[in-house]
């Protein structure tokens, strides 16, 4: 019986991991996380310093890029190849250029 199953499903195996590399949709709170990102990377980059990190001053640079940035991602295909990128980017350049190649 699970044979036959199995010869039955077959077509879906390939289909389901093609699925699985084309990514989900993005939801509010990975995008929330990509914005967080990119003010943080973005105010390194303005400060040039390694002094510890002005959360006021992220907080103005992500409620500046928060609404393009949201509309264009929420929904969206992700993957968690293009999440993993983000998390371990070194400037907001690299965000969009490599990751979201």
Excluded: H
Aim: proline share 4%; glycine share 6%; with cysteine.
């Amino acid at each position: 019986m699970f044979r036959s199953l199995m010869r039955k499903l077959k077509w879906f195996w390939p289909v389901g991991l093609f699925l699985l590399g084309c990514g989900r949709p993005a939801t509010e709170g990975e995008c929330n996380e990509i914005v967080t990102k990119v003010a943080t990377l973005e105010y390194q980059a303005a400060a040039k310093t390694n002094d510890p990190v002005d959360p006021a001053s992220i907080e103005t640079i992500r409620a500046r890029v928060k609404g393009a940035m949201m509309k264009s991602c929420v929904g969206k295909r992700i993957t968690e190849k293009a999440l993993r990128c983000v998390r371990g980017a070194k400037s907001s350049k690299e965000v969009q250029d490599v990751c979201f190649d």
